[in-house]
């Protein structure tokens, strides 16, 4: 498929996973496309830790559910009841699972580019996470974003050093399919955005210009 028709398609997968087991040159080629994203001072900030082991995604996930009731504490009855329909994670049927992390003591003490906005690092890791989640639509699999953790749970699960930020536990491998609706659309949780109320023209708030044809 071609880079547009991996970005329509592509979504963040909970219940579609089939669980069979990971093809390594598959994974290696994900791994490969993330690791060539670009980043701010030709820093590379990120590691992936990639986690098959069956304790560590049962330990995960437990947590995740606690994360989740606490979560669904917080709201109203309506919508803790379209919560309650929502599968937040693919944790256990995913093949694999990949820990995307952010270092940011990479390349300092002088990272070009990021002395006035020092986020840029994370942005960094972030467009690696966005080049893994397309490579893998383009070869047939999913990925699941989640983010119901506690950041110090699981940089103490999988060992990071104290410098180390988790940025994303991702869920990974071959699916059946991919919703054509996102599940948050398909559940009601909340409706897609239009385009046009996103552009804005020169100023905040002033309607866009349609591009010349």
């Given at each position: 498929?071609?880079?547009?028709?991996?970005?329509f398609r592509r979504r963040d997968v909970r219940g579609q996973f089939t669980g069979e087991p990971a093809d390594p040159s598959v994974l290696s080629r994900l791994l490969a496309a993330a690791h060539a994203a670009p980043s701010v001072g030709l820093s590379q900030p990120w590691d992936f830790v990639v986690i098959d082991d069956d304790d560590l995604k049962q330990r995960f996930w437990t947590h995740v559910q606690e994360e989740r009731s606490r979560f669904a504490a917080s709201l109203d009855p309506e919508r803790a009841d379209v919560?309650?329909?929502?599968k937040i994670d693919g944790v256990l049927e995913a093949s694999v699972s990949v820990v995307v992390t952010y270092d940011p003591e990479r390349g300092r003490p002088a990272v070009l580019g990021r002395h006035t906005i020092d986020d840029a690092g994370l942005y960094s890791v972030c467009l690696a996470i966005q080049n893994l989640w397309l490579a893998a639509t383009a070869e047939g699999w999913g990925v699941g974003w989640v983010s119901f953790y506690d950041e110090a749970f699981l940089a103490s699960l999988v060992g990071l050093p104290a410098a180390i930020r988790p940025v994303a536990w991702l869920c990974v491998g071959p699916v059946s399919h991919l919703e054509t609706v996102p599940d948050l659309e398909r559940h009601g949780w909340r409706d897609r955005r239009p385009?046009?109320?996103?552009?804005h023209?020169?100023?905040w708030g002033a309607t866009a210009r349609t591009p010349a044809s």
């Open positions: 498929m071609d880079l547009y028709e991996a970005m919560f309650a329909a929502i385009l046009e109320a996103a552009v023209h020169n100023t």
